[in-house]
């Protein structure tokens, strides 16, 4: 055996793995007293995290669970989270850099924006938002590539005290219009297109269609990202050039609003299990105090680190841990704006190795797809500045946590598997790097202070080994306040199921994140995923139901059933069971309709896989899809219990169409 099948083996049988001590030396914790600390002084082990932030007034209580499940942090105090993440760093960091932002093209340079140039263009953008109208409170959503100015925009509201509501850029136009019209917003802020794969793609055609469905005004913000390459758009009396606004505003200033600690700070629409995606809405101290010392604890962020997290910004990962954490830490925080393999495989290895990046956060999709395409592609470069890995957004199998480990991390980097959601706001369950043996495939432990539970379905907690549902059992301050105008259904959605609602004492609140775990002896938590309608494909959240309406709208469907299915390297894909109206036969012409109408309403990356076309569905006698069975048949799985179908024929049928294509 060579050197390298030994070590290969050698990991692939090792189910612990120590923090490196390489690691453990430097590392922002490694006293593994916090977990009792922060339990004996629960819920005041969080002034900590407040006080990694900048008050313009100090808070006067930490918590107040005087009206669960709607609980309060640091009420009384007042700050902003645009001075918190910019002016408080300049007197020590404004020639430091903030942001390096890398384009796909690459001949294009990287551009370096130091704290003070951070500075000056959220400065100068507050104000132009501010002569367009924006006013505090006033909701501002954005449809934004990953162009720099996308951070600059989220900062920009922050400073003056408008939620940012930010739509992916991979939503449809009338995802967008929904978003809009749900939150009552009047402003969008956009692009011109961005570049993907070398394509320079048009992408305000899609945010305009968005806004001539929305049933008010709107003044919408382009950014030229594509210049000469761009889509010839002639911008209207409504639109308004970014950089014109920028010319216009230079120099100016716009002084910090100060905002309560629970005033809110953004709002983010996520799928949920009924059809209309659901308004997480995050409060300014909180938020960013969470964000800031999970950011601190959990990545190990330093200001002289450069930090690289591979999300978009449209997702709360992009949020909290390429702008809010980071930035409130005053490190250097990267964003890229292309695809992983262009121009070619090493793409994020080449970015590693050119700005010495010291973290890396990305998802177990990624993972997966780098290992697909082999070890040769991180081998070309230097990695040997990255000193933490992290992954975030579904489970990861312990193969390709071995493979991240040894080949990326080179056995010097402990890997963070982090688990948390839109609702949680950051990190819940995680190892903490310097403190906490890793366990490949396993979260890890709640963070101190965090009360997560793996409970029964009656909410008794299962004995080590066992499994069941995830629960937290105290609120924490990075969790969502509410849904956006919405209260009743934040409760029934995240609390109804464990929890006494007719009580007002916090003991009978407990929270629901609807994702199925298991447990072991020492306490780390394994997250095997959702168990609501909610799939994951590629780390991204969409409802299932969402796509059922999709396709169900499409010409000549009759009815159709929509189930997550396995995916080697997607996590799980978007399979499509669909009855014809009668008289149809041409199911090429109505698969075209299907994945329009899904393209159009929710986007390309719900576009079903596959699309299976059956003259009836599996059905209870009551008359209720069995998308469990589906799904079984799509994961060439043994087909569970049958027995209380009205049709029990039909199930053999669609499992012999399936497996004889
Ligand atoms: C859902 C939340 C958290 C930011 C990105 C996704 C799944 C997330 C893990 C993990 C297993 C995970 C859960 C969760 N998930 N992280 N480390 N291990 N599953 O945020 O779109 O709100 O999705 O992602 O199912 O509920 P999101």
Redesign the pocket.
Known sequence: MTEETNLETRIAEQDVFEPPASFVEQANVTDAGIYEEFEENWPDCWEGAADLLSWDEDYETVLDDSNPPFYEWFTGGTLNASYNCVDRHLPERADEVAIEWVGEPTDESNRSITYGELHREVNEFAAALRDLGVSEDDVVTMHMPMVAAHPVALLACARIGAPHSVVFAGFSAEALADRMNAADSEYLITADGYYRRGDPLDHLSKSREGVADVDHDVETVVVDRLGDDGHGHDLRADEHDYDDLMAAHEGATVEPVERDAEDMLFLMY?SGTTGKPKGVKHTTAGYLAWTAWTSQNVLDVKPEDTYFCSADIG???GHSYIVYGPLALGTTTTMYEGAPDYPEQDRFWEIVDDLDVTQFYTAPTAIRSFMKWGAEYPERHDLSSLRLLG??????NPKPWKWYYTHIGGEECPIV???????TGGHMVTTLPGVNDMKPGS?GPPLPGVDAQVVDGDGEEVPAGGAGYLTVQKPWPGMLRTLYNNDERFIEEYWAEYSDTESDDPEDWVYF???GAKVDEDGYIT?V??VDDVV?VS?H?LGTMEIESAVVSADHVAEAAVVGADHDVKGETIHAYVILESGVDDEEAVRKHIENAVEDKIGPIARPERIVFTPELPKTRSGKIMRRLLEEISDGEELGDTSTLRNPEIVRDIEAEVRGE
Request: net charge negative; charged share 25%.
């Open positions: 996520t997702w709360i990962t992954t975030v957004g579904e489970p990861i598997d982090t688990w948390w959601q839109t609702e979260a994140p609807e994702d997250v995923g959702r994951n780390g959240r």
